[in-house]
């Protein structure tokens, strides 16, 4: 069975060069924050961590008539300047990198046929936050980083996404999924 991280993983496929950038990634933070501790000790491996999408679980599905509704929450992260002013890190990484990743994974998104989503919006209904020196944070300012490494992300929260399973043994059958169920063609 095919599962969301997968579909989102085949959505990544298509805006990556041939070096594999984007990197993907996904999971809860604590073991995200693992895996790219681990890749940063590793010579050859620390050079395939960023720029990077990941997809933060828990992911919210719901059944609604015959597709499955997700809830999603991503970040398109890459390192930042240390000290840097706000203006800084917009011109750096935002301008030239994450925004034009976050462009290219919107629209594959709607291009790649896996997903749609409801009524006649051209992007699919998501909150996007610009987060200059990623954080938590505090009214003031970050009182700890999201991850271990200092970064400037791009967060797309409650990003909903419609997908409708196609059995594989349904289709090569013969049958096909309607409505009302399963037909013979």
């Keep these: 069975m095919e599962y969301i991280v997968q579909h989102i993983g085949e959505v990544i496929k298509t805006i990556q060069d041939e070096n594999g950038v984007p990197y993907y990634f996904y999971g809860h933070r604590s073991k995200v924050n693992v895996v790219l501790s681990t890749m940063d000790k590793d010579k050859v491996r ?7 999408i ?3 679980m828990d992911i919210d599905e719901k059944p609604v008539d ?10 398109i992260v890459a390192p930042t300047l240390n000290q840097a002013f706000v203006g800084d890190r917009l011109a750096a990484t935002f301008y030239p ?3 034009p990743i976050y462009d290219k994974f919107i629209d594959a998104l709607g291009n790649t046929g896996i997903f749609f989503w409801d009524g006649r919006l051209l992007l699919p209904p998501h909150t996007r936050t610009l987060r200059p020196y990623w954080g938590l944070p505090t009214p003031e300012r970050n009182r700890a980083f ?12 409650n990003l909903v996404l419609n997908y409708e399973p196609i059995c594989k043994e349904t289709a090569e059958s013969g049958f096909i999924l309607t409505e009302t169920g399963y037909l013979k063609r």
């Design 97 to 99: 990198l994450l925004i």
């Design 46 to 52: 620390k050079k395939l961590r960023y720029p990077a």
């Design 146 to 157: 999201y991850l271990d490494d200092k970064l400037d992300a791009i967060e797309i929260r």
């Design 66 to 75: 015959m597709f499955w509704q997700y809830t999603l929450n991503i970040s």
């Design 54 to 56: 990941i997809l933060w």
